[in-house]
């Protein structure tokens, strides 16, 4: 069974902050890393992937990977409300995505 | 272009009752997947299909049943509703391999 830990939060930061959101990994062979936002009572959506080591940078969005901790981020530049959500990390395995439980966002105005 | 779609959006059903959830895309996608998601667990997958006519079980099978009808369509059915089915269902497609996944707008499903 392939893990993937997310804090539960709440994470509470104000406007114009910057959210650090973070997730781990069990399964050394993941192969590409994704970041969705989820609106209470919607689907999820993506926001950004990430497949190398490194940094990858998306407008406010900066999503982080580090495959020898296992280990990848998302920073969310100038939160707004309207980013008040829950993230969802997701790690494939070639055709299967595994997610983890999510991080519910605030954004406090 | 409606992406990924399902039907029914809510569904109250009896113990004991079957029914299916049904999901098409019109993107073109090689690979569909049905997850159910229940407060606390995040997204958990319960059957998928990598490609047109082959299917395997994912990490929540139990109780469940799938059809991959052709490109565009996967199914999932109920054969006997338990209360612990009750849950919001989605259906996803994605080009295959490691690419993103997109996924349709849920079906709320409630077992009494």
């Known amino acids: 069974q392939k893990e993937v830990e997310q804090n539960s939060g709440p994470l509470s930061v104000p406007e114009g902050a910057i959210a650090s959101l973070n997730c781990t990994y069990s399964?050394?062979?993941?192969?590409?890393f994704f970041w969705y936002r989820q609106y209470s009572g919607k689907s999820p959506e993506l926001i950004m992937f990430?497949?190398?080591?490194g940094d990858k940078e998306d407008g406010r969005f900066t999503a982080q990977l580090n495959k020898a901790s296992q280990y990848v981020s998302l920073l969310i530049r100038d939160s707004q409300p309207s980013d008040s959500a829950t993230y969802l990390c997701?790690?494939?395995?070639?055709?299967?995505?595994?997610f983890g439980s999510g991080t519910k966002l605030n954004v406090k105005p | 272009n409606a992406g990924v779609t399902q039907t029914p959006k809510f569904q109250v059903l009896k113990t004991g009752q079957s029914m299916t959830l049904q999901c098409a895309q019109d993107?073109?996608?090689?690979?569909m997947y049905w997850y159910r998601q229940d407060p606390g667990m995040g997204l958990r997958l319960i059957y998928y299909?990598?490609?047109?006519?082959?299917?395997d079980k994912g990490e929540v099978p139990n109780g469940y049943n799938v059809s991959r009808l052709n490109k565009r369509e996967f199914s999932l059915r109920l054969e006997s509703a338990a209360p612990s089915q009750t849950s919001v269902y989605f259906c996803?497609?994605?080009?295959?391999?490691?690419?993103?996944?997109?996924f349709g707008q849920g079906t709320r499903l409630t077992v009494v």
């Open positions: 996803a497609s994605s080009e295959g391999g490691n690419t993103e996944a997109f």
């Open positions: 399964d050394r062979g993941s192969q590409s």
């Open positions: 990430i497949y190398s080591n």
């Open positions: 997701a790690v494939t395995d070639f055709n299967k995505f595994y």
């Open positions: 993107m073109n996608h090689n690979s």
């Open positions: 299909s990598a490609s047109e006519g082959t299917t």
